[in-house]
Nanobody, 121 residues
Framework: QVQLVESGGGLVQPGGSLRLSCAAS????????MNWYRQAPGKQRELVAG???????NYLDSVKGRFTISRDNAKNTAYLQMNSLEPEDTAIYYC???????????????WGQGTQVTVSS
């Protein structure tokens, strides 16, 4: 009923930039929090950045000042602008959203399929 589709990953050199997008579609009544997680090989998935409906954002300490999360509520889309990328940022990046469906009484968690970000020279 709901799909989250990520795009924008790829290979970039250290110091470069990428912009990830996450578009939600389906029988959506309201999207609450939208978040970006990442998981590197052999590591646990971690929350990179999150944004509320009103636009309030929070960040993982290691990405503060380099990454910016935003959302376009009219398009049901979240973005993650990643600047000054470092090899340690290499991971699969997942979009996560808390969504209430049309006719639903509760919200649920939804995940995208992930997009690979590789930072390497």
């Amino acid at each position: 009923q709901v799909q989250l589709v990520e795009s924008g990953g790829g290979l970039v050199q250290p110091g470069g930039s990428l912009r990830l997008s996450c578009a939600a579609s389906g029988n959506i009544f309201r999207i609450y929090a939208m978040n970006w997680y990442r998981q590197a090989p052999g590591k646990q998935r971690e929350l990179v950045a999150g944004v509320t409906v009103s636009g309030a954002a929070n960040y993982l300490d290691s990405v503060k000042g380099r990454f910016t999360i935003s959302r376009d509520n009219a398009k049901n889309t979240a973005y993650l602008q990643m600047n000054s990328l470092e090899p340690e940022d290499t991971a699969i990046y997942y979009c996560h959203a808390v969504i209430r469906l049309q006719g639903g009484l509760q919200s649920s968690n939804y995940w995208g399929q992930g997009t690979q970000v590789t930072v390497s020279s």
